[in-house]
């Protein structure tokens, strides 16, 4: 008996990553910089900060296109991704605004349609959107307009790239209870800024 009889066969590059112990995988996946987001099922890569297209194609030439992954660490990638039956990220529900900030997702300062939920980074885009969705222009005669039908400085994040099917509101930024101090009156008068930071719940009780 030789050598090479003796020896056990490696199994082909197709199943060296479906056979892997779960654990196994995400330490694989997080050594090429992805990891399979759970509840929501989706293949996010961690530099980018967005979901990937779960097309093992998309994804092995996203890691060598844009991170230089080497082929060695890449091999067998194709076959699992495409075992895995994720679902294409631009069909993932949004999460609810206020959620806490994925760890995974990029984020982006952005503004809030007071009126819908509708979010964006684009001043201009919301200004449009106010215009056709809700009939809010802006009024030569008043300063300031565009803040009164907008939350401002939000932190938005998205499953796709630029937020292209969407964002909500990650709950790092500004909380519920401050965007509620955000009113008209508050800043007319000032007061916004004098008790910027200060606790609504002191507030209320003054």
Known sequence: ?????????????????????????????????????????????????????PNGDCVTRHLADKHAIPKHLRDGLF???????????NTLPLRPDWSPAHPDLASCTGVACRHCAYRTTSV?????????????????????WLRDEIFQDVSLQSWTQNGARGYWIAADSISPPSLALQTNWMRRTGWLETFDGASRDVLVRL
């Open 124 to 144: 201009d885009l919301i200004t449009r959107h106010l215009a056709k969705a809700h009939n809010r222009r802006r009024d030569p005669r008043r300063t300031g």
């Open 79 to 89: 076959f699992f991704i495409r075992s895995l039956s994720l679902p294409d990220p």
């Open 1 to 53: 008996m030789t050598a090479n009889q003796l020896a056990p066969a490696l199994p082909p590059l197709r199943c060296r990553w479906s056979h892997l112990q779960e654990e196994e995988r995400d330490r694989r996946l997080a050594a090429v910089g992805l990891v399979v987001n759970t509840p929501e099922r989706a293949l996010i890569c961690r530099p980018c900060g967005y979901a990937l297209q």
